[in-house]
């Protein structure tokens, strides 16, 4: 691999995609023609930056990228692609300049990347005005080129994950006022057939998923337990308390039949940074339920969220295939939004076995939370089993009679 990226910037709330930063430094060594060369991508943090500028350069602050070309006796074996260098960057000092120059976390790192490059092929804008000014413009084209090469073909390294959510076996359960079926039982047979989330959503009424399902799963959830909620303090307090592998907030209306509309974050940007704050304090990562919508994506980086979920219901439910498309588009359009401004991306509602093939397929998501589709289905196609096993009972004879 052409590109090692070494990723040392350790913040569990990270907003920072290696796979697309490492997808832009393959491109532009293509650009660059420099495909049979390999350098190191190393993310770091300020302090660790500050440690090299001191070493290196007698300095004693952090920047935002150092360049380390490979030397004349570096160590280089037979068949090796030739060695460039290391390109050292501050994750922490490019956050800083983003904002400030108003782009997004990943363009300025991309900017870095290709001045470090550069600096690797031997530019040097300390040298003259005149190579600076040149260095500067090869910067530039080089940017417009990689877009060029990007735009249309974000590259996915990693399939989604599909995470179940198995609320509507406990609504079953509910209407008996009994002990079956058990949402924790669920939860372990969608893990063994490969799920690779379980989510549920503890209401403050109650009406489904009970405190004891939540305490159990926690135990029981071998993949990553996503626990669903609106901002009320006592939920809240269950989940520091709970630690889930992440929390989604959405709102939370008593009457509705189930989540209507995703959360308005402008209008409850203060108790909404407040949670996360306790939220990330606690280490539990913050995902925000938004409809598809550039404004409420700004707000959920404003809040300090660590990932949306983009509503999907407008998309599923779309009566015809123009409202469809549209509503996709608009999804596609938000996803990469929020995936560019750092955010990292999931998506769901009303997701079934038509609509979900094509959201899927967006490179920017990173996971699919279903429920509603796949119990129903469930139901179904073990619904020829459950009367098999029953008339087999049925038909046994009876020991003595
Ligand atoms: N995501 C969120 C935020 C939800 O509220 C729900 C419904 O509980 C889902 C995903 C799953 O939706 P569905 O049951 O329609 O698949």
């Not at 290196?56 to 920047?63: E, G, I, L, S, V």
């Not at 490059?117 to 413009?137: I, K, N, T, V, Y």
């Not at 520091?240 to 907030?249: A, H, S, Y």
């Not at 974050?265 to 280490?283: D, H, N, P, W, Y």
Request: proline residues 3%.
């Amino acid at each position: 691999m052409p590109v090692h990226l070494i990723d040392q910037y350790h913040d569990a709330h990270c907003r920072i995609n290696p796979a697309l930063l490492e997808n832009r430094a393959l491109l532009l060594l293509e650009i660059l023609q420099c495909r049979e060369q390999v350098f190191s991508l190393v993310l770091v943090d300020d302090s660790t930056m500050a440690e090299y500028n001191h070493r290196y350069r007698k300095k004693n602050t952090a920047t935002n990228v150092l360049s380390f070309p490979a030397q004349d006796g570096d160590e280089q074996f037979p068949g090796q692609e030739a060695e460039l260098g290391d390109v050292l960057i501050s994750v922490d000092t490019a956050k800083v300049e983003a904002r400030r120059q108003n782009k997004s976390i990943h363009h300025r790192v991309t900017e870095l990347i290709i001045h470090g490059l550069l600096h690797l092929l031997g530019h040097d804008h300390e040298r003259s005005e005149q190579e600076a000014l040149a260095m500067w413009d090869r910067e530039q084209e080089l940017f417009r080129q990689l877009q060029s090469k990007t735009n249309s073909s974000l590259e996915r390294r990693t399939m989604p994950h599909l995470a179940i959510n198995v609320d509507h076996v406990a609504t079953v359960r509910q209407a008996r006022g009994i002990t079956e079926p058990d949402p924790v039982l669920a939860a372990g047979i969608c893990e063994l057939a490969g799920a690779e989330g379980i989510v549920v959503h503890l209401r403050e009424d109650r009406r489904h998923i009970q405190d004891r399902d939540v305490l159990l799963l926690r135990q029981t959830v071998k993949t990553k337990l996503n626990l669903e909620m609106g901002a009320a303090k006592e939920i809240i307090n269950i989940a520091l308390d709970l630690k889930p592998d992440m929390i989604t907030l959405v709102p939370e209306k008593r009457k509705e039949l189930t989540t209507e509309g995703g959360l308005d974050i402008i209008a409850g940007e203060k108790k909404l940074a407040r949670t996360i704050q306790k939220m990330s304090k606690a280490g539990i990562p913050v995902s925000i339920f938004i409809d598809p919508d550039a404004v409420q994506i700004e707000a959920a980086v404003d809040v300090g969220a660590t990932f949306v979920e983009l509503h999907t219901g407008r998309y599923c439910d779309a009566t015809s295939e123009e409202e469809r498309d549209l509503e996709f588009r608009l999804i596609e359009q938000s996803a990469e939004l929020a995936f560019e401004s750092g955010l990292r991306v999931n998506a769901g509602h009303g997701l079934d076995y038509l609509t979900t093939g094509r959201i899927a397929a967006l490179p920017t998501i990173e996971e699919l939370s279903i429920g509603h589709a796949v119990i129903s289905r469930a139901v179904l196609v073990g619904l020829d089993q459950a009367v098999r096993e029953m008339l087999a009972i049925v038909r046994r004879p009876f020991p003595g009679q």
